[in-house]
């Protein structure tokens, strides 16, 4: 790249930043977290028209990527290049940021059944331990997908986790799904469905009768404290 395309895209993508109300829409993001563009729109005072306007011209200049879930699109920063960036600029700035704070009951937000894989401040943690032992890798498709290393299908299949049998079922294998109360990815797909499977037997987990509220059992706490180096 020569340094006149290098000052172009600088400037391009200080320009993208640089209008108030995409300003706020990506410092509403530098938690981690992703939204919806009504979420963003809200954010950003703009009306919905004018939100999906900004944001494509963020995922131009990949400032933003964006995850279609069911029905819904979920807006997070295209990785930690850009939350650095952001960072600086606030700096720069000199202002404080406004921490995003959930207001999903307590119970729920922290462990809660999301179809059938484990949701919630639970789930999210779950997720990021896996990736952090290096059990988890990207796998091919969709960009959310996941693979098992070697290493964690060994150890899944230690735990009883019949790994074989779950890739053969008729379903994504792994991958990163969207939680609604913390905003980042907890694990879905066979692999997430047969953790869920496996904690309910285990008695890690107790789901209520009448919600999808999961409780850790004290078995639960010391047992994933062990196995995933959970802090729950």
């Known amino acids: 790249m020569n340094v006149e395309t290098a000052d172009a895209v600088a400037c391009s993508i200080a320009a993208a930043i640089g209008e108030p109300a995409r300003a706020r829409m990506l410092y509403c993001l530098v938690d981690g977290r992703a939204r919806t563009s009504t979420e963003l729109a809200m954010v950003a005072e703009v009306t919905p028209s004018t939100a999906s306007v900004h944001l494509q011209r963020l995922i131009q200049n990949r400032l933003l990527k964006v995850l279609a879930q069911g029905k819904h699109r979920y ?12 960072e600086a600029l606030s700096v720069l700035a000199g202002a404080p940021r406004t921490p995003f704070v959930p207001n999903t009951p307590s119970r729920l937000r922290a462990a809660r059944t999301c179809y059938d894989h484990i949701a919630g401040t639970l789930g999210v943690s779950l997720h990021d331990q896996l990736a952090e032992m290096g059990w988890l890798a990207p796998g091919e498709g969709q960009g959310d997908a996941y693979d098992l290393t070697p290493t964690g299908a060994k150890a899944l299949e230690i735990l009883g986790l ?12 792994a991958f990163g799904c969207v939680d609604w109360s913390e905003r980042r990815a907890h694990l879905g797909g066979a692999v997430g469905a047969a953790l869920l499977k496996l904690a309910l037997t285990r008695r890690w987990v107790v789901q209520d009768l ?12 010391r047992e994933m404290a062990a196995r995933f180096r959970l802090r729950i």
Request: hydrophobic share 45%.
């Open 210 to 221: 009448d919600s999808r509220i999961l409780t850790v059992t004290a078995l639960g706490r």
């Open 75 to 86: 807006y997070s920063l295209d990785g930690a290049n850009v939350a650095a960036a952001l």
């Open 162 to 173: 019949d790994v074989t049998a779950t890739r053969a079922l008729r379903r994504r294998f």
